[in-house]
């Protein structure tokens, strides 16, 4: 089906047009969806809620302006901040000073598969996963994070600090990780 079709379709809520869009996007809304969830079954509640809510508001599409997957993207992100605002996941002290780590990260980075770097930017408390996510991934500013996820700047900008710490760690050891198993 013409994506054109599917549009016309799903804005007069036809279901081969509803269903041609799920098998169309469920890739890539996933994995929006997994970036925001650090277990895979919420992440998969997430795409469902992600398309209800796509489906619903589907009105709101303005065909004029074009950009079909940026709207899904945005709509899905939505969805996902409100669920991570539903469990009150937010409320953290803003502390400004942020551990700096002295590394040899490029290094290390260079070596990682993309698949590893995603799966500890996964393992980051929900809060940093997703101010990073936001800022770094999605291309938000920190005026932006700050109102979607009702929070102020500074903490905004502190947890994309701590987020990069972690980050910095983590590959730190996998790097002493990968050159102890090279020396025994």
Not at 18 to 30: C, H, I, M, N, T
Not at 77 to 103: C, D, M, W, Y
């Amino acid at each position: 089906m013409k994506i054109n079709n599917i549009i016309s379709g799903c804005q007069h809520k036809r279901p081969e047009a509803q269903k041609a869009l799920v098998q169309r996007y469920s890739g890539l809304l996933f994995t929006i969806c997994r970036r925001y969830c650090y277990r895979e079954m919420d992440a998969r509640d997430l795409l469902q809620d992600a398309f209800i809510m796509i489906f619903k508001n589907f009105h709101q599409y303005d065909v004029a302006k074009g950009m079909l997957d940026a709207w899904l993207k945005r709509v899905t992100i939505n969805v996902a901040l409100q669920h991570n605002r539903s469990k009150k996941i937010f409320a953290i002290p803003i502390n400004e000073e942020a551990n700096q780590v002295e590394s040899k990260e490029p290094l290390a980075l260079e070596k990682m598969s993309t698949d590893e770097l995603i799966a500890l930017i996964a393992k980051l408390p929900t809060q940093y996963r997703t101010v990073f996510n936001l800022k770094v991934i999605d291309g938000f500013s920190h005026k932006e994070i700050a109102g979607q996820l009702s929070i102020n700047e500074a903490t905004s900008r502190s947890n994309l600090a701590r987020a990069k710490n972690i980050l910095r760690k983590k590959i730190i050891e996998l790097e002493k990780e990968v050159s102890c198993r090279k020396v025994n």
